[in-house]
């Protein structure tokens, strides 16, 4: 089993930047593909980044590609997500996803473990 954490998500004017954290425990994340995945009021939860299970790949959905960076940290076992240049639209609550020896997943179903969410609100 793997527990995920997220946090650092909150309140931030168009334009600016937060960053994502997610902590992991249980197991070592170095064995699992890493996603983050978004969910805004009303709609369905949509992928927004995956870091494959090597951590040599990663991916974005166009909607956040130039603005968002996936990254890992193996000794800390915890993923981040960048996010920067942030719009209202970027408006949602926001969680990590693992899958074991995941490799480039979009799909939520496709991953095994998930956190609780943070909350990311960009304000116009």
């Known amino acids: 089993q793997v527990q995920l954490v997220e946090s650092g998500g909150g309140l931030v004017q168009a334009g600016g930047s937060l960053r994502l954290s997610c902590a992991a425990s249980?197991?070592?994340?170095?064995?699992?593909?890493m996603g983050w995945f978004r969910q805004a009021p009303g709609k369905e939860r949509e992928f927004v980044a995956v870091n494959i299970w090597t951590g040599t790949t990663t991916y974005y959905a166009d909607s956040v590609k130039g603005r968002f960076t996936i990254s890992r940290d193996n000794a800390k076992n915890t993923g981040y997500l960048q996010m920067n240049s942030l719009k209202p639209e970027d408006t949602a609550v926001y969680y990590c996803a693992a899958k074991y020896a995941g490799g480039v997943f979009h799909y939520a179903h496709e991953y095994d473990y998930w956190g609780q969410g943070t909350q990311v609100t960009v304000s116009s």
């Open positions: 249980g197991r070592s994340i170095s064995n699992y593909g």
